[in-house]
């Protein structure tokens, strides 16, 4: 028997689209911003190669001045300058932040003075291994536990270090202290619990008396110096921007992703800095060290696949 044709058909619910294209624009923005910031790092080496007459010391001073200058600008349009205030009233995280200030002063100096030394690959080589820097440090500060896989890469990436330190004929210092520095940054920084531009602005500011000083005490000892070249006084300037546009990227990309996704994109930045030391800088890679290379290459392999693996099973359960 059929329906009389008053009747009302079955209508199949409408869903709206909006939120999903909403959504996926936001990845995308994401996406773009993430990409934009590592390629800017990945790229730093050629600004810092071109202020090698300022010295490694200058350029951290420069840069220091530098990106306060540009974050008070930001603030000053985005009102954060209330989260600051709030910050430096509370005892314990201003402690926080100064440790982390301090630490990030370190990572920058060594940074500079390494590709200012043609040691860009052993930087880079730094960079590779700071995210299982960070898983260990989970484990040793913050008690956390490791699976199998995750044991095994922290495993590889050792063995790795040790081929390194025999290609190198000692310790690589520098990558060691650039991992450990960034990882021990990332850890203090979290006790601030500011925002980007905020907790950047507070750091720098911490710093920026002594980088300010040094900059003071150079221009009258030594004269103009690298300052009254217009060229290199604006490269100096560029060092700020430099800073601090990647890292507001990095925070707006962040906020849009899932860490898997940011998890390789960190890649990035160290692997152009690679190309660029062999390629373009000219360092000299021995058998050793590309063994030491590669096996830090597996080490993120089985790192990332066991993340993704975990990713997938939560997501499943969900």
Do not use: C
């Amino acid at each position: 028997m059929s329906l009389p044709e008053s009747a009302p058909e079955a209508i199949a619910p409408v869903v709206d689209p909006a939120p999903a294209n909403l959504a996926a624009e936001e990845t995308r923005k994401g996406v773009i911003a993430a990409l934009v910031a590592y390629l800017l790092w990945g790229f730093l080496p050629l600004l810092f190669r071109q202020l090698e007459a300022a010295g490694s010391v200058l350029i951290v001073a420069e840069r220091t001045v530098w990106s306060l200058v540009l974050l008070a600008v930001v603030l000053w349009f985005t009102g954060g300058f209330g989260d600051v205030r709030k910050l430096f009233a509370d005892r314990k995280r201003a402690l926080g932040t100064l440790l982390s200030a301090v630490l990030l002063a370190a990572n920058w100096l060594l940074y500079v003075w390494a590709v200012e030394t043609g040691q860009v690959l052993e930087a880079s080589f730094g960079y590779f291994i700071n995210p299982l820097v960070n898983v260990l440090m989970g484990m040793v500060l913050l008690g956390e536990r490791q699976n199998f896989l995750q044991t095994v890469s922290i495993l590889i990436a050792t063995v790795g270090i040790a081929i390194q330190a025999v290609g190198l004929g000692s310790v690589p210092f520098i990558a060691l202290g650039l991992a450990l520095t960034f990882g021990f940054y990332g850890y203090f920084r979290k006790t601030a619990q500011l925002g980007p531009a905020s907790g950047l602005f507070a750091e720098t500011a911490m710093i920026a008396p002594i980088a300010m000083g040094y900059v003071i005490y150079r221009l009258v000892t030594t004269g103009p110096g690298v300052h009254a070249d217009p060229y290199l006084f604006a490269m100096l300037m560029l060092t700020g921007p430099a800073t601090a546009i990647p890292l507001l990227l990095f925070a707006y990309g962040v906020r849009r992703l899932r860490l898997t996704t940011i998890g390789m994109f960190q890649y990035i930045a160290p692997s152009i800095q690679f190309l660029m030391a062999i390629f373009l800088f000219g360092e000299h890679l021995n058998g050793l060290r590309l063994l030491s290379f590669a096996l830090i290459w597996i080490s993120l392999m089985v790192f990332s696949y066991d993340s993704f693996r975990r990713r997938n099973r939560v997501a499943a359960a969900a």
